[in-house]
């Protein structure tokens, strides 16, 4: 199965930086179905992005996703004060999909 | 499209742990039911998914305790897992297609 490895852990960041989070697969995933989900307490996850750059319906600009093959990259351009939570990829493309161990993004 | 998930919050060791998953507001028919959990302060983990022709696809890890089902009349699909442990204590959830269900929390005590 593919592992899923984000970095870094936990991104403590201001209002108004921007973010960074990584996702790296083990191996290529096939026709980049990788997604990337918002997850705050006591909440199912959101989905945020889907076919790793596209925005799901309703997801604000400020979220875009990038990568294809191994790599993949989540950007939130300004950090809202909403936006601190935790955030997980997943792939999608093989019959055994697989999430990531998740991403913490902190208020600094 | 809404997911709701139904069943027992607390399992005894040894027993199976069943769950129901009802969909409404629409139909999922063209894409897959998957289920994921999330034990309490971790992360998510890919339990399986089944399609609507019954077809499905398991985590390896749990393959031999697993068991879905779907019920295509009622719009509900259902998860069995047997000889539970307290490491499968989580919040289960389904989801097809960026819907997710609220998730239902599984104990795992006697």
């Known amino acids: 199965e593919i592992v899923l490895t984000q970095s870094p852990g936990t991104l403590s960041l201001s209002p108004g930086e921007r973010a960074t989070l990584s996702c790296r697969a083990s191996?290529?995933?096939?026709?980049?179905?990788l997604a990337w989900y918002q997850q705050k307490a006591g909440q199912a996850p959101r989905l945020l992005i889907h076919?790793?750059?596209s925005r799901a319906t309703g997801i604000p600009d400020r979220f875009s996703g990038s990568g294809s093959g191994t790599d993949f990259t989540l950007t939130i351009s300004r950090l809202e004060p909403e936006d601190f939570a935790v955030y997980y990829c997943?792939?999608?493309?093989?019959?055994?999909?697989?999430f990531g161990g998740g991403t913490k993004v902190e208020i600094k | 499209v809404q997911l709701q998930e139904s069943g027992p919050g607390l399992v005894k060791p040894s027993e199976t742990l069943s769950l129901t998953c009802t969909v409404s507001?629409?139909?999922?028919?063209?894409?897959?039911l998957n289920w994921i959990r999330q034990p309490p302060g971790k992360g998510l983990e890919w339990i399986g998914n089944?399609?609507?022709?019954?077809?499905?696809n398991n985590s390896p890890s749990l393959k031999s305790r697993v068991t879905m089902s779907v019920d295509t009349s009622k719009n509900q699909f259902s998860l069995r897992l047997s000889s539970v442990t307290a490491a499968d204590t989580a919040v289960y959830y389904c989801?097809?297609?960026?819907?997710w269900g609220q998730g239902t929390l599984v104990t795992v005590s006697s």
């Open positions: 507001g629409g139909s999922i028919s063209s894409y897959s």
């Open positions: 997943q792939q999608y493309g093989s019959s055994v999909q697989t």
């Open positions: 989801a097809s297609q960026g819907y």
């Open positions: 191996q290529s995933v096939s026709s980049n179905y």
């Open positions: 089944i399609y609507y022709s019954g077809r499905t």
């Open positions: 076919g790793a750059s």
